[in-house]
């Protein structure tokens, strides 16, 4: 089995004083991106490890929740700059509105935008509303479901049926969880996407389950590489 380290990004801004918590500056972003290219890892959609029983030694994902309107500006460039993938995950409720799950100040993509983005992206789901899941019930998860393919269809984009969810929430105790599961099988999902800030095991052993390692703004390019080798430490 191979090692596989997902990374999870959010906002991205252009003053490099403002790398904090879910927001990293593009300078930072860049010296990571660097690194990778550097030390020549190989990067992969999400889509791509359906096909796949093995990676190479140094393989990533690389992921970004909310398609706001700075990942456009700052993240994109950076990762055609360095030919690298990455997942964007889309809450289509607020798709050319903004983040008002959180204090509304980030612009989201509007379906023009996410439509004529390159290659080396490919979109994934975050839901619909931007709710935790194991606070709604299973027939208002298989509405929110609904909802989120009504989109897609309706504005003709290309989505992977991968979701990240909002938050890292998800139900966790059965027989919430296997309910949970149940719906994600029914909507045909075929990756689900936790936090765990740990590194996976390729192929994964419980596709609903794939963890991912929260990248901070104010996370030095050392302990960058450590959470690339390690995932999170008690340490951090």
Same mark, same amino acid.
């Given at each position: 089995?191979?090692?596989?380290?997902?990374?999870?990004?959010?906002?991205?801004?252009? *003053?490099?004083?403002n790398?904090?918590?879910?927001?990293?500056?593009?300078?930072?972003?860049?010296?990571?991106?660097?690194?990778?290219?550097?030390?020549?890892?190989?990067?992969?959609?999400?889509?791509?490890?359906?096909?796949?029983?093995?990676l190479?030694r140094?393989?990533? +994902?690389?992921?970004?929740?909310?398609?706001?309107?700075?990942? =456009? =500006?700052?993240? +994109?460039?950076?990762?055609?700059?360095?030919?690298?993938?990455?997942?964007?995950?889309?809450?289509?409720a !607020? +798709?050319?509105?903004?983040?008002?799950w959180? *204090?509304?100040?980030?612009? $989201?993509?509007?379906?023009?935008?996410l439509?004529?983005?390159?290659?080396? $992206?490919?979109?994934?789901?975050?839901s619909?509303?931007?709710?935790?899941? *194991?606070?709604?019930?299973?027939?208002?998860?298989?509405? *929110?479901?609904?909802?989120?393919?009504?989109?897609?269809?309706?504005?003709?984009?290309?989505?992977?049926?991968?979701?990240? !969810?909002?938050?890292?929430? !998800?139900?966790?105790?059965?027989?919430?969880?296997?309910?949970?599961?149940?719906?994600l099988?029914?909507?045909?999902?075929?990756?689900?996407?936790? $936090?765990?800030n740990?590194?996976?095991?390729?192929?994964?052993?419980?596709?609903?389950?794939?963890?991912?390692?929260? +990248?901070?703004?104010?996370?030095?390019?050392?302990?960058?590489?450590?959470?690339?080798?390690?995932?999170?430490?008690?340490?951090?």
């Amino acid at each position: 089995m191979t090692r596989l380290p997902i990374l999870m990004y959010h906002n991205v801004s252009e *003053d490099k004083k403002n790398g904090k918590g879910l927001t990293i500056a593009a300078e930072k972003l860049e010296g990571q991106f660097r690194y990778l290219k550097e030390k020549k890892y190989a990067s992969y959609h999400l889509s791509e490890l359906e096909t796949k029983s093995q990676l190479p030694r140094k393989s990533i +994902v690389i992921t970004f929740d909310d398609v706001t309107e700075n990942q =456009l =500006l700052y993240a +994109v460039p950076l990762l055609k700059k360095y030919n690298l993938k990455a997942t964007f995950f889309v809450p289509f409720a !607020y +798709v050319g509105k903004t983040d008002i799950w959180n *204090d509304g100040n980030e612009k $989201i993509m509007n379906f023009e935008q996410l439509r004529n983005l390159p290659e080396v $992206i490919e979109l994934g789901l975050h839901s619909f509303a931007h709710k935790k899941y *194991d606070s709604l019930s299973e027939s208002e998860i298989n509405a *929110d479901f609904e909802k989120c393919f009504k989109s897609i269809e309706g504005h003709n984009l290309k989505v992977y049926s991968a979701v990240a !969810y909002p938050y890292g929430n !998800y139900p966790k105790r059965e027989p919430a969880k296997t309910k949970f599961i149940s719906v994600l099988r029914h909507n045909e999902i075929k990756m689900g996407l936790r $936090i765990g800030n740990k590194i996976n095991r390729f192929p994964f052993k419980n596709p609903f389950e794939i963890m991912r390692i929260d +990248v901070k703004g104010e996370d030095s390019l050392l302990k960058f590489k450590l959470k690339l080798r390690f995932g999170k430490l008690k340490l951090f």
